[in-house]
Nanobody
C-alpha cells in the first residue's frame, strides 16, 4: 500500500552533520504522518522525530535543538537533518509512515558516529 525508500546513513565524526531522506509511494493520500525511529544495539526502537499531516512536529528530548524533521510534499519525501552528532546517536534509523490503522516501515539505514 505504501512503500518507503530511504537514503543516507554511513560513518560520521562526532560534531558532524548528515541528512537522511525517505520517499513514499503508493497510497500517498492516506498518510497521516511520517517519522524517524532509531534502534541502538541492546535498546528498544524509539521515536526520534515525527511530522504530522498538519505540519506539527515533535522530537525526542535528546535530539531537540540538534535534529530537524521536514518534508517536501511535492516529492512525498521527509528529511531528518542531524547536526552536532554524538556517539550515542549511533543506531539503525527507520523511516515510518502511518495511516488510520497501520504503519509502514522502510528498510533502515545505519548511522555510526565515531572517531
Amino acid at each position: 500500500q505504501i512503500q518507503l525508500v530511504e537514503s543516507g546513513g554511513g560513518l560520521f565524526q562526532p560534531g558532524g552533520s548528515l541528512r537522511l531522506s525517505c520517499t513514499a509511494s503508493g497510497s500517498i493520500s492516506s498518510i497521516n504522518g511520517m517519522g524517524w525511529y532509531r534502534q541502538a544495539p541492546g535498546k528498544e526502537r524509539e521515536l526520534v522525530a515525527a511530522i504530522l499531516k498538519s505540519g506539527r512536529t515533535e522530537y525526542e528530548d535528546s535530539v531537540k535543538g540538534r535534529f530537524t524533521i521536514s518534508r517536501d510534499n511535492a516529492q512525498n519525501t521527509v528529511f531528518l537533518q542531524m547536526n552536532s552528532l554524538k556517539p550515542e546517536d549511533t543506531a539503525v534509523y527507520y523511516c515510518n509512515a502511518w495511516d488510520v490503522n497501520y504503519g509502514y516501515w522502510g528498510q533502515g539505514t545505519q548511522v555510526t558516529v565515531s572517531s
